[in-house]
């Protein structure tokens, strides 16, 4: 009652104003607590849709999964004769079939026909069909359910009889899912025609449905349905008895597709909430409509207490900007910066302390431009002033470096930081400065530091090339030097081996006109033992001659490893990336160091562990090299036993796999210490290594570099009395489409593979020295050949090597005579067949002369008789104009086999020679009592 007396006493205008706040807190509030529960449910939705998607991939990726073994067991199945269980046990365990829970069952059946009706339904027991079971095992499956597990399959197979024609099934039955498909054997028997053959997976979804909702901690029911079964997941499981009642009408249903079916999945999570801001919307907007109207109301009716209550909100905002404006003053006062605020005349209307300290004296009431050295803009020309005009329109803020002049005429660098402030009272600017001076100091002090490591950096490149001079210049003349000593090594190992045939040759002779006078003279005829020939030619002198054919090419050996060391020493040594033959490789060192091994009763084998490929991308001269320094030391050390050689490949590097080669040897070893000392320049083992073996102390190192720039390395193991390992690992290159071969592969080739893969490109290190690699065809050469020498040795060896194999040869001694030479026998109409030239000849040199024979014309063969044989000289020759080259020293049989093929011809030994001749250096040496002999292995 009093609230009725109370509202009595209002005037009219009250409770007009009351009943409008009413009626319009009302309006807005309905509509808007609709709108917010709209929101909510829509949120709702949404919220479950995303707790749904990842369930529907993870579902849909399983089922795939399975789909896809299913698929590999048939081809599997269809490419097998038979049904091997622990091939199909390997088979399951390779597809980790094990690692889904909902496979229970797997069963290989094949069905064939039968008189009884077959059934309407896989419920019904009937023995419609002839099925057996060829293969059926259980995943996780207890054995009292085993039985079940089983009937269930086989009225699978009474429902596969009942659908002919169609490829693959899915048949559900109680709580299992049955997915079958039909596996055509490719290996069929006649009689197998009438049989069907079936691959059923039995599945539970069950365990699929709670490993999925676990997974993704998915709280509430979860629901696969496939036609009219069913199967669920509930967490907890009494949300699971108050869906059937209206599973149409809430939660979340999406399709997915399986097996060329459609299935439905089920969500009820069992806490449908949206986000906290969503959720309590509705409420919220129904407080705020409640809370409106009753401001509205308490507006009406207390209109005074809020007008107060505005003064005093108006006076704390008063405060607050004091209070703002306070602390602005104390920043202002305290920074430690020069701090101006000017006009638009630069007239300086406030500063802070810092700025009277850095001016001297108080700048307020000044002109900014007093402070500015001379030749600051004058007061009428404030507008192009720097200070007030950005160099953008449209920044705020902007720096600029200056100087400033203080009271004490002390000028200062400064950098200014100027921003624009808009007031009521017009547009002012705040001047912040940075003294620079100090800084500006220390930065010229830097600049000046720079310009001086600047020209230390030009005097250190300076002083470099240099020194790239000087290594260049130590690489031209060790190739000067190489070819000086090369010209002289090829007239002397030339005419030792032609001093060496000679006297074979006539010791062959002599023996063959023996024998046929004592055939033809009888007993009158025969010498008396005195005047007998002794039967051997003279040993003194053959040795001798093998002597300086052995000493020789030792040295050019030595020669051609100090110039690798130099090419590695200066990185100009350079590798190929061909398709290399290992295997070769290593036979061919086999067979060349074959001989140095039975010197000294040493077995030298080759073995192949596991399968390697038959080729890889390397360089095969460099890796000949390689083996054959090593294997030469593993002889060289070995005293008793065998050494060998080991292939196999690495493939632990799985970007790059590398072919790893192991020289072994059951020889003297080294110790730790020696091994650390092995790969130094000019070092061995120990002290006493050179006096007793012999060597330059370099072969281990430029090994090591030349396997490094083949992509790997080489190390050592050894131990001391027992023998040693070198490890050579070199990159294989890309293994795609590359055939493998292992030992058995490797005894079964034999000297045919051998053959096979010298003719893929890869030659031997003995074929410049043997003739068994040349053609044998009878007849001598015919033709004309000039040869341009300027060594006179070497000049006569080439002329005496051509005539002998029935070339007419003319010489000359340098390119400008080789020139008047073709041209004079071109005039006469006796044109040269081949022209043989040195590279480095006085006046004019070989390259010099093939050019101005090409431009005039000539289209003759020019060879090229050159000591540089890096493959870069070689290409730059056949770029100036040569048609090929034969390097020097000059082997008789090497350089016969490429004039006879310029010339189009092949060459043989003359008929003058037995049919078994052999060259000197094949001869073996033995002895019989005191008396040397030699005797030819025919």
């Known amino acids: 009652m009093s609230g009725v007396r109370l509202f009595r006493k209002w005037n009219s205008g009250h409770r007009w104003g009351i009943l409008l706040c009413l009626v319009g807190g009302a309006i807005f509030t309905v509509p808007a607590c609709w709108l917010a529960h709209q929101h909510r449910l829509y949120e709702r939705n949404e919220q479950t849709k995303l707790a749904a998607q990842p369930v529907i991939v993870n579902l849909t990726s399983r089922l795939e999964a399975i789909e896809e073994k299913l698929m590999a067991l048939r081809i599997l199945w269809s490419a097998s004769q038979k049904v091997d269980p622990a091939e199909w046990e390997v088979a399951l365990d390779n597809l980790k079939l ?19 009706v077959p059934p309407s339904t896989v419920g019904d027991a009937s023995n419609c069909c002839d099925r057996e079971f060829v293969y059926l095992s259980f995943f996780d499956v207890p054995p009292n359910r085993r039985q079940e597990l089983s ?13 002919p024609g169609a490829r693959r099934h899915l048949i559900p039955a109680d709580e299992y899912l049955a997915a079958a498909v039909r596996a055509e054997r490719v290996f069929l028997s006649p009689e197998d025609g009438n049989s069907e053959s079936w691959i059923i997976l039995a599945l539970d979804p069950q365990p699929m449905l709670a490993e999925v909702a676990t997974s993704w901690q998915f709280g509430g029911a979860l629901i696969l349905q496939y036609g009219n079964h069913e199967w669920r997941h509930a967490t907890p499981t009494s949300v699971v008895s108050g869906l059937a009642s209206d599973r149409e009408t809430s939660g979340l249903w999406e399709e997915l597709s399986w097996y060329g079916q459609v299935f439905r999945v089920g969500f009820y999570p069992d806490k449908i909430r949206a986000d906290a801001i969503h959720e309590w919307l509705p409420g919220i907007t129904l407080m705020l409509g409640f809370l409106g109207t009753g401001l509205a109301v308490l507006a009406v009716t207390h209109f005074e207490r809020l007008r107060t209550r505005f003064a005093r909100v108006r006076q704390r905002l008063v405060q607050l900007l004091n209070d703002t404006e306070r602390r602005y003053q104390k920043v202002f006062e305290h920074v430690h910066h020069p701090v101006l605020i000017v006009d638009r005349e630069l007239r300086i209307h406030e500063c802070n302390p810092a700025a009277i300290t850095f001016l001297g004296q108080s700048p307020v009431g000044r002109s900014f431009c007093d402070f500015c050295p001379q030749g600051c ?7 192009l002033c720097r200070w007030l ?13 200056t100087c400033l002049q203080s009271s004490g005429e002390q000028t200062r660098e400064v950098l200014g930081l100027v921003s624009r402030l808009e007031l009521a009272q017009g547009t002012s600017y705040v001047i912040t400065l940075i003294d620079m001076t100090e800084h500006k100091a220390v930065q010229r002090q830097l600049e000046e530091y720079a310009r001086s490591l600047q020209a230390a950096n030009i005097r250190l490149r300076a002083y470099s090339q240099e020194i790239e001079n000087a290594a260049r210049a130590k690489i031209t003349l060790l190739a000067s030097m190489s070819h000086e000593i090369r010209t002289p090594l090829s007239a002397i190992l030339g005419y030792a081996r032609l001093l060496s045939e000679e006297i074979l040759r006539r010791f062959s002779v002599q023996q063959s006109e023996n024998s046929a006078s004592k055939d033809a003279g009888g007993t009158e005829n025969v010498l008396s033992s005195s005047e007998q020939p002794s039967g051997q030619p003279d040993a003194l002198i053959l040795e001798a001659t093998e002597g300086l054919i052995r000493n020789s090419e ?6 051609n490893t100090i110039l690798d060391f130099s090419k590695l020493e200066s990185g100009r040594m350079e590798v190929e990336r061909i398709p290399t033959d290992p295997i070769a490789i290593a036979q061919d060192v086999v067979h060349m160091l074959a001989g140095k091994a039975r010197e000294k009763n040493l077995r030298l084998e080759l073995e192949v562990k596991g399968a390697i490929p038959q080729t890889i991308q390397s360089d095969p001269t460099r890796l000949r090299q390689i083996l054959v320094n090593l294997t030469d030391n593993a002889i060289k050390f070995t005293r008793e036993g065998r050494v060998w050689i080991e292939i196999e490949l690495d493939r632990t590097p799985v970007d790059q796999p590398v072919l790893e080669f192991r020289v072994c040897d059951t020889g003297v070893g080294m110790s730790p210490d020696q091994i650390g000392r092995l790969f130094q320049p000019f070092r061995q083992g120990e002290a006493g290594t050179y006096r007793q073996y012999g060597g330059t102390g370099l072969g281990l190192l430029i090994s090591r570099r030349l396997a490094r720039l083949l992509g790997g390395d080489i190390s050592v193991e050894s131990t001391p009395g027992k023998g040693t390992i070198f490890h050579v690992r070199v990159a294989t290159g890309p293994l795609e489409n590359t055939p493998f071969v292992d030992g058995q592969g490797l005894l079964n080739m034999g000297t045919a593979g051998r053959s096979q893969s010298m003719a893929k490109g890869q030659e031997s290190p003995l074929a410049p020295h043997s003739p068994r690699n040349s053609p044998a065809v009878s007849g001598p050469l015919k033709g004309r050949v000039l040869v341009a020498e300027d060594f006179l040795d070497n000049r006569r060896l080439v002329q005496r090597i051509l005539e002998k194999a029935g070339l007419t040869v003319t010489t000359v001694e340098n390119g400008r005579d080789a020139i008047a030479q073709y041209r004079q026998a071109r005039h006469h109409r006796r044109p040269f067949d081949l022209i043989l030239m040195d590279v480095e000849m006085p006046e004019m040199d070989g390259i010099t002369a093939v050019r101005e024979l090409r431009q005039s014309g000539c289209t003759v063969p020019i060879l090229a008789l050159t000591a540089h044989n890096d493959p870069r000289c070689v290409e730059q020759f056949l770029e100036s104009g040569f048609s090929g080259y034969v390097p020097k020293p000059v082997y008789q049989e090497q350089l016969l086999e490429v004039v006879a093929q310029f010339l189009g011809k092949s060459y043989s030994q003359s008929g003058d020679s ?10 073996e040496k033995t002895s019989l009592g005191d008396l040397p002999i030699l005797t030819a292995a025919y």
């Open 554 to 559: 030792h040295l050019l050996e030595m020669i």
């Open 914 to 923: 037995p049919s078994n001749w052999k060259e000197p250096w094949e001869v």
């Open 389 to 401: 005009n950005p160099s953008s329109p449209d920044t705020d803020s902007w720096l600029l470096e």
């Open 377 to 383: 803009t004058p007061e009428h020309e404030l507008s």
């Open 151 to 163: 009937s269930f399959v086989s009225r699978v197979c009474c429902a596969l009889y009942t659908r």
């Open 98 to 116: 094990h690692k889904h829970p909902e496979v229970k069952a797997l069963g290989v059946v094949q069905l064939s026909k039968k008189g009884a």
